[in-house]
């Protein structure tokens, strides 16, 4: 045997211990007494870095272990129990692989049963110094390993804000100790999307579930999902006083932790009831929650998608003569309103979708964030104003819809004698956009 080959074997048996002894000590969350310092410093090294030192003092039992003091945020001591420092290091271990995920405006928790026992709460929000919502882990005797599998052991359909783009997490054992605020592995939604959080508005209504109201481009309805409390089997809402109806129950084949949504295309609904009913013929509620945010809560996601486009959303043309046959060529290009010229006119940029349709394409729903259009022939002088005919409600089908054309829209002129034009967009919510250039094409040309 050469001596590279009697490296290389020394090598491999020294990863075989190593591995071994680091997934005995992760098994029985405690250090033999026996290692040589070299060997627990190699265990110690393998460990999640904030918790050396808790695994070194809490765990080891070894002589002449240094003393390490109690986590500062030790809030509550707890009965003695030998396999908790065990199994709080298999939870910390389990963070480490995004254990909290979220996509689609929820969450779920995996893996709860691995470290069940030694969790009395999990704490969650959109800031690291905000956790503001907590998920109560119900005590049990069954045993979670081996027992049936129960809810609190699989949670799904935990709602977020839909739009969210971080949600934080730490857990609170049952020792009173904390684990450090970790970051969710969290996915984005694909289509432009924002939510708020609605609050009841009853009187002594403090600890009422939250209700979430989520928006996304292309939905063109109102997603309303409310927290369910555990152990909710029904969530009935109402809008009058017809009575409550069932709320839409979500389901996962990995799961029976229900989600419930309500969808609303009505925008004129100022608040919504909605009450939980729970296992054991007990139920919660009714709490009111008001709707208003409803409104603004559109016109920022489609505020947002104009945003991307804004340098693509005008089109101006130089109109020189109304000569025979001018007027087919100016209905062609969206431009009937021209009556006088030589002239330049603006419109939005037309989309071929909005001809063939009268159900609003994606592009015309834009329009409906933007109250005003400014134009103007210098910068930073943009005298023109032309006010945007499309609201929130055409979006959501309350009104017939009529814009079969982009000047049906908004349209606006300036002077003939334009080298080019400035434009600026003015919100529903009063900002504006940045001015930007718009060049003027030839009639003929267009897009």
Request: proline fraction near 8%.
């Amino acid at each position: 045997m050469t001596a590279a080959n009697l490296r290389d074997l020394m090598a491999g048996v020294q990863s075989s211990y190593r591995f071994a002894l680091i997934r005995a000590v992760r098994d029985s969350g405690r250090l033999p007494t026996q290692l040589s310092p070299q060997e627990r410093d190699m265990v110690l090294g393998d460990l999640v870095p904030p918790y050396r030192e808790m695994m070194a003092g809490e765990l080891s039992g070894a002589a002449g272990s240094p003393p390490i003091a109690a986590p500062p945020e030790r809030v509550a001591a707890a009965p003695p129990n030998e396999a908790l420092p065990g199994i709080k290091y298999k939870a910390l271990a389990l963070m480490e692989s995004h254990w909290f995920s979220c996509r689609n405006a929820f969450c779920s928790v995996a893996g709860l049963r691995m470290f069940y026992p030694a969790v009395r709460r999990i704490e969650f929000g959109e800031a690291p110094d905000q956790l503001d919502r907590v998920i109560e882990v119900p005590r049990s005797d069954v045993d979670p390993m081996t027992g049936p599998v129960s809810d609190a052991y699989s949670l799904q359909y935990i709602p977020i804000r839909r739009g969210v783009t971080n949600e934080f997490v730490r857990l609170e054992f049952i020792d009173g100790t904390k684990s450090d605020v970790r970051t969710a592995s969290i996915e984005r939604d694909r289509a432009i999307s924002n939510g708020v959080i609605a609050l009841a508005s009853n009187r002594g209504a403090r600890d009422a579930p939250r209700l979430f109201i989520g928006y996304s481009l292309g939905a063109r309805t109102l997603e309303l999902t409310p927290d369910t409390p555990a152990g909710t089997t029904t969530v009935l809402y109402s809008f009058d006083d017809r009575g409550f109806v069932k709320a839409k129950r979500l389901e996962s084949p990995s799961s029976s932790y229900y989600g419930f949504r309500i969808t609303l295309t009505d925008t004129k609904q100022k608040a919504v009831q909605i009450k939980w009913q729970l296992s054991g013929e007990s139920e919660r509620g009714p709490f009111t929650y008001p709707l208003d945010q409803s409104e603004p809560l559109i016109a920022g996601v489609l505020k947002t998608s104009f945003g991307e486009d804004l340098l693509t959303a005008i089109q101006c043309f130089r109109v020189p003569e109304l000569s025979p046959g001018m007027p087919a060529r100016l209905a062609s290009k969206g431009l009937s309103f021209v009556r006088s010229v030589p002239v330049v006119a603006c419109i939005p940029t037309n989309h071929p979708a909005q001809k063939r349709s009268y159900i609003p394409s994606l592009y015309a729903e834009d329009w409906a964030s933007v109250r005003e259009v400014r134009l103007g022939t210098q910068p930073g002088r943009l005298d023109r104003t032309s006010t945007v005919n499309m609201t929130i409600r055409d979006v959501l089908g309350q009104s017939s819809w009529s814009f079969t054309n982009s000047e049906t829209i908004w349209h606006g002129t300036v002077s003939a004698d334009a080298t080019a034009v400035y434009a600026q967009a003015v919100y529903l919510d009063g900002s504006s956009s940045p001015e930007f250039r718009v060049q003027i094409e030839p009639l003929d040309r267009g897009r």
